[in-house]
C-alpha cells in the first residue's frame, strides 16, 4: 500500500521534481501540491496525506511555525522540512518545531524522498544529513566568534540596513559601523554583505534571510 504525500512548496519547479520523483517510488502517492502555507494547511486537513513535505519560507508564512502547529495536531504525521539555506540554527529549528526530516534543497530529489520515507515509518524521530556534525558544533562551539556589538550589526545586516541606517539603530558613528563590518568580514571570510549573510548561516550564527545585492 503506497503512502500519500503531499508537497508545499511556493516554487513550481521545485514541486514538479519532487512529484517526479516520488511517483518514481512505487511505495508512494502525490496525493497534492500548494504553493502557499493556506492553501497546503487546507490540504492537509482534507486530506489527511501520511507524509508532508513543506518548504521553510513561503509566501504567506513560516513552514517552521506550519510544522509545529501540524505536529500538535497530529502526533504520527510524517513532517519532512525543506529549505534553501541548511544552516545549524534551520536544521535545529526544524528538530524543535516537530519535523521528522530536515533536507536541504539542493540535495537530490532521492534524499526527499529517503527522508519522506523514514517520515512515514518514524514521525516522531528527526533525521538530518548533518545532524551529527550540527550536535557537535553546538556542543563544542568552533568557528567565527563575534562579539555581542558584531552581533547586532550582523543581524541588521541580515535585515537589509546599510552603513547609515547601522550606526543610527545602534547610536554609533558610521566609522564605526563600518570598522564593525570590516571585522565581520574578516571573521566570516567575506568580500561583500551577501557572502558574510551566507557564511553567517551556514556557522548557525543568524537564521535564514533573504539576501539580496
Not at 182 to 199: E, F, P, T, V, W
Request: without cysteine; hydrophobic residues 45%.
Amino acid at each position: 500500500m503506497s503512502t500519500s504525500v503531499l508537497l508545499i512548496d511556493d516554487h513550481d519547479l521545485i514541486r514538479q521534481g519532487l512529484s517526479r520523483a516520488f511517483e518514481r517510488s512505487p511505495d508512494f502517492n502525490v496525493v497534492g501540491q500548494a504553493g502557499t502555507l493556506a492553501e497546503g494547511e487546507r490540504m492537509v486537513h482534507g486530506m489527511a496525506p501520511e507524509v508532508v513535505v513543506i518548504d521553510v519560507r513561503l509566501p504567506d508564512g513560516s513552514g517552521l511555525d506550519a510544522t509545529r502547529r501540524l505536529r500538535d495536531r497530529n502526533a504520527d504525521m510524517g513532517i519532512v522540512v525543506l529549505t534553501m539555506y541548511a544552516g545549524d540554527e534551520q536544521l535545529f529549528a526544524a528538530l524543535e518545531a516537530g519535523a521528522s526530516a530536515f533536507v536541504p534543497k539542493d540535495a537530490p530529489s532521492e534524499d526527499v524522498v529517503a527522508a519522506a520515507r523514514h517520515a512515514a515509518v518514524s514521525p516522531r524521530s528527526f533525521t538530518a544529513a548533518d545532524l551529527a556534525d550540527a550536535m557537535r558544533r553546538r556542543m563544542q562551539p568552533s568557528g567565527p566568534q563575534l562579539s555581542p556589538r558584531e552581533k547586532e550589526v550582523l543581524n541588521l545586516l541580515a535585515e537589509g540596513l546599510g552603513v547609515s541606517a547601522i550606526a543610527r539603530r545602534l547610536f554609533i558613528s558610521e566609522s564605526t559601523a563600518k570598522t564593525h563590518i570590516s571585522k565581520i568580514y574578516d571573521k566570516l571570510g567575506a568580500g561583500n554583505r551577501a557572502q558574510a549573510i551566507m557564511s553567517a548561516i551556514r556557522a548557525g550564527l543568524i537564521r535564514e534571510v533573504s539576501i539580496t545585492a
